[in-house]
């Protein structure tokens, strides 16, 4: 008797199990049939969406859909170019990356898309490992230009980014690379006819201040400010330093950072500053053949990157003419960290000609010539010095 109730007991347990398994099946199936609707409607909404060309979350142009050639079925470019644009194109994606972001930030990463969440609503990039031979081949470049031109006064001035100097905002123990080392390194390694700029310690004094941005990888006008305030004697051709009203043009900027991350917990002031002095100036763009009267690009405040409204963002040249009637010719060899700075400069200089290496390709011999220049400075964040070889391709023309 005992026997036979033992034996009904596990046919109810196993009848349990098989039960327990038949819903857990049915479970999956569902979820499986689920699923694959929710992509077959996602991926025939986004056959149906029109196309987007720009993405204001990311900050960045999206893949479009390639034209179907022999050549690009032949190497393959035709499949990697329909796979970025199916990435880029699906639909609803700016909320699965907000979702991603979300699911992220609850696991208590402090790391998403390569952007570090820090205190106070700072978001951080780590900084680009040095490509040593491409730097080694900038560095003998810029050195060979100054030897080239003795007679021209040379300033180099490499910014490091917010951080190395902003640690205390950083998450704890983030492996985040010191890039004062760096540009240190590379200070000892130019030419004694180079005369070095070295604004760390003026940022470090003020790292308790808005000096970067909290979404955005560039300084602001005001860590600009005081790089310029602690290398002034050496910009100012032994003129006055002018004094500087401060206007507020936006305070709802979300940068790069914000973008790559799709962390959007903060937003950041943008300030101009304007010199009280009567030097006028006009600004001249030769790629639009514009000339305008501001450095300012105020229109840029509308658009998602607020940061272009200093001169519209990056140009091949841009020329400022002023009225200081001095003699001395400024070139600028810079990327988007000189935008905010120059905005200090024009009391100093007749001219000022900023020169974007990495959308340059003319001869730069006859643009120093023809502009009779004095004075040239060269000024990078640390990321694009350590990493970008167009300067060097450029200096080789002069």
């Given amino acids: 008797m005992e026997s036979s109730a033992e034996s009904r007991l596990e046919a109810k347990r196993t009848k349990r199990r098989e039960l327990r398994q038949q819903r857990l099946g049915r479970f999956y199936q569902d979820v499986s049939v689920l699923f694959l609707a929710v992509v077959v409607l996602l991926a025939a909404l986004s056959l149906i969406a029109k196309d987007r060309a720009f993405s204001d979350a990311e900050n960045r142009t999206l893949a479009q859909r390639p034209t179907l050639t022999l050549a690009g079925l032949a190497d393959g470019s035709f499949f990697s170019g329909y796979s970025s644009y199916l990435a880029d194109q699906f639909f609803g994606r700016d909320a699965w990356i907000s979702l991603d972001t979300l699911g992220t930030r609850l696991t208590l990463n402090h790391q998403v898309n390569g952007i570090y969440i820090g205190r106070d609503g700072y978001l951080f990039s780590d900084p680009d490992q040095p490509d040593e031979e491409r730097l080694a081949d900038k560095l003998e470049a810029v050195n060979a230009f100054a030897k080239r031109h003795d007679d021209i006064n040379i300033m180099f001035l490499v910014a490091p980014g917010s951080s190395s100097i902003l640690t205390e905002k950083l998450p704890a123990h983030a492996p985040i690379r010191n890039q004062i080392p760096d540009i240190q390194d590379i200070q000892r390694q130019l030419d004694s006819r180079i005369q070095v700029l070295d604004v760390s310690n003026a940022l470090l004094e003020h790292r308790g201040e808005e000096i970067y941005y ?106 400022i003419h002023t009225t200081v009637d001095n003699g001395h010719n400024l070139l600028v060899f810079k990327d988007s960290y000189a935008n905010s700075f120059i905005q200090f400069l024009t009391t100093y200089y007749d001219n000022i000609i900023l020169v974007d290496p990495r959308y340059y390709y003319d001869s730069l011999s006859t643009l120093l010539t023809a502009n009779g220049i004095t004075d040239v400075l060269f000024l990078y964040s640390g990321d694009t010095f350590m990493t970008d070889g167009t300067l060097t391709d450029v200096l080789a023309t002069g």
């Fill in 214 to 319: 909290r979404t955005d990888h560039h300084w602001t006008s005001l860590g600009a400010y005081y790089a310029y305030t602690s290398a002034v004697g050496r910009l100012s051709q032994g003129m006055s330093q002018p004094s500087f009203s401060v206007l507020t043009v936006a305070d709802d900027f979300e940068g790069t950072l914000a973008s790559q991350s799709g962390v959007h917990r903060a937003k950041d002031s943008i300030d101009v500053y304007l010199p009280q002095t009567d030097t006028a100036y006009y600004v001249y763009y030769p790629d639009s053949q514009t000339r305008v009267t501001s450095l300012f690009v105020s229109s840029a405040l509308e658009e998602k990157d607020k940061y272009t409204v200093f001169f519209g963002g990056n140009h091949p040249v841009v020329e």
